[in-house]
């Protein structure tokens, strides 16, 4: 009987062993409500240089090369941040080539700030989502990724968190100059919080708008002073033509993503500033700012 009972003790013994651990549910990182825990990672910036070095050091005298190293190296090693990027943004690693290629001297002389930029903005980010937090309790804070894109976009988001097209942070990016790092996450970050199925022109300005007002009220950075300093000396104008155009939901190319439009309402994408406004607005008057 006490044979028996050790043979049925190690026959249990060897099936545990045996059988494989089961996968621990890993927490969902669009979940994260605590600001402190959101991953903040310019690892795929590093991993473009290391691949652009590789190109550098071994290929350089054959420029269709780039594009073998950056799918390879690049686009293939990247984060989800990376492959969420190339839909209409990166498009391809023979795009990108291209683009890296034509303006070489550029993306050089970003290298050094997309690496200590990322590094020297870690702090305040982390003070502003905290101040978003306090500001909306409810706020989530996805991972955000910043990443080296094809001149196309400064950020976007996707169903894994925020993406930042660090190439675009330059003094030298004559298209969009300066743009302001820690506002463009603010920005992005409030877009996650979103949800908001309309897509007329009422609504997409007070989308951006708003992502505009609530990156400001958390961080102090106004992504679109331009625009502000254009809107506020334009005022009587533009609230006339914009309750034309929303009331019957046309002209949107008038107001937003328009920088190669040239008969458009003043300054590029002065939707934003509309919506901006009457955020503001909104905000200011209510009560309730919570609710707000």
Same mark, same amino acid.
């Given at each position: 009987m006490?044979?028996?009972?050790?043979?049925?003790?190690?026959?249990?013994?060897i099936v545990c062993f045996a059988m494989p651990a089961l996968p621990q549910e890993q927490?969902?990182?669009?979940?994260?409500?605590?600001?402190?825990?959101? &991953?903040?990672?310019?690892?795929?910036?590093? &991993?473009?240089?290391?691949?652009y070095d590789l190109w550098t050091n071994n290929y350089k005298a054959n420029p269709a090369r780039l594009a073998e190293v950056l799918q390879k190296e690049y686009l293939d090693k990247g984060s989800v941040g990376v492959k969420d990027f190339i839909p209409n943004r990166i498009e391809s690693a023979r795009n990108l080539s291209a683009v890296v290629l034509k303006n070489q001297s550029?993306?050089?002389?970003?290298?050094?700030? %997309? %690496?200590?930029?990322?590094?020297?903005?870690?702090?305040?980010?982390?003070?502003?989502?905290?101040?978003?937090?306090?500001l909306y309790p409810d706020a989530v804070f996805p991972p955000v990724y910043f990443v080296i894109g094809a001149l196309t976009s400064g950020g976007t988001s996707s169903r894994h968190g925020l993406i930042i097209g660090a190439e675009m942070l330059s003094d030298q990016n004559t298209l969009f100059p300066s743009i302001d790092a820690v506002g463009l996450v603010m920005h992005e970050l409030t877009h996650f919080q979103q949800i908001h199925p309309d897509n007329d022109l009422l609504a997409k300005c007070m989308r951006e708008g708003t992502a505009d007002f609530v990156a400001e009220l958390a961080s102090g950075h106004n992504l679109n002073g331009r625009n502000k300093n254009y809107g506020d000396s334009h005022e009587e104008h533009l609230w006339e033509k914009f309750q034309q155009d929303t009331a019957r939901n046309q002209n949107q190319d008038d107001w937003l993503y328009n920088y190669f439009k040239k008969d458009r309402v003043g300054?590029?994408?002065?939707?934003?500033?509309?919506?901006?406004?009457?955020?503001?607005?909104?905000y200011q008057s209510a009560k309730d700012k919570t609710a707000a």
């Open positions: 006490k044979q028996r009972a050790i043979r049925i003790f190690l026959f249990l013994v927490p969902d990182p669009l979940k994260n409500h605590d600001p402190e825990k959101a &991953l903040i990672t310019a690892a795929d910036v590093a &991993l473009f240089w290391k691949a550029y993306y050089e002389g970003t290298r050094h700030n %997309n %690496n200590d930029l990322v590094q020297s903005v870690l702090p305040e980010l982390r003070r502003d989502f905290t101040e978003l937090k306090r300054p590029p994408d002065l939707g934003y500033y509309m919506g901006y406004k009457i955020s503001q607005a909104l």
